[in-house]
């Protein structure tokens, strides 16, 4: 199931319940969106990907994925010629598309080591303390 396709199937269920004038279980409406949710999360793992596409969701280039696939890191479910990897075995690359910037630089790392406020940060730069 695609988000696209859980999407549709609730909005159809709105209209027919608006159609009917259906007044409804919250708890069990509750519980079949969560499991559709949850459908939906096993089905994007499940998710067969090119190198090219599965390379541009985490960040790696498309060599680098087939790389993994030659070294047994990431198994192959297509051929040899036209490798293919499921989704939700691809590995995480740190600061991919989406995560977090580290606190690297040495205006951060200053600020880190005791300046304590953007005041003191912009006297000790005055004083000539900051390094470049």
Request: glycine share 12%; proline share 5%; with cysteine.
């Given at each position: 199931?695609?988000?696209?396709?859980?999407?549709?199937?609730?909005?159809?269920?709105?209209?027919?319940?608006?159609?009917?004038?259906?007044?409804?279980?919250?708890?069990?409406?509750?519980?079949?969106?969560?499991?559709?949710?949850?459908?939906?999360?096993?089905?994007?793992?499940?998710?067969?990907?090119?190198?090219?596409?599965?390379?541009?969701?985490?960040?790696?280039?498309?060599?680098?994925?087939?790389?993994?696939?030659?070294?047994?890191?990431?198994?192959n479910y297509g051929t040899k010629h036209r490798p293919l990897v499921k989704a939700?075995?691809?590995?995480?690359?740190?600061?991919?598309?989406?995560?977090?910037?580290?606190?690297?630089?040495?205006?951060?790392?200053?600020?880190?080591?005791?300046?304590?406020?953007?005041?003191?940060?912009?006297?000790?730069?005055?004083?000539?303390?900051?390094?470049?």
């Open positions: 199931m695609t988000p696209a396709e859980l999407r549709d199937r609730w909005q159809h269920r709105l209209d027919e319940f608006r159609r009917l004038g259906a007044l409804v279980n919250g708890e069990a409406v509750a519980r079949e969106i969560l499991g559709d949710i949850e459908q939906l999360e096993t089905d994007t793992g499940v998710e067969l990907l090119t190198p090219a596409v599965a390379g541009r969701r985490i960040g790696y280039h498309p060599e680098s994925i087939c790389r993994l696939i030659r070294q047994g890191k990431l198994k939700g075995e691809l590995p995480r690359k740190h600061n991919a598309p989406g995560d977090q910037p580290s606190r690297g630089g040495k205006v951060a790392g200053r600020i880190d080591r005791g300046a304590s406020s953007l005041d003191g940060l912009a006297r000790e730069a005055l004083a000539g303390r900051m390094h470049r």
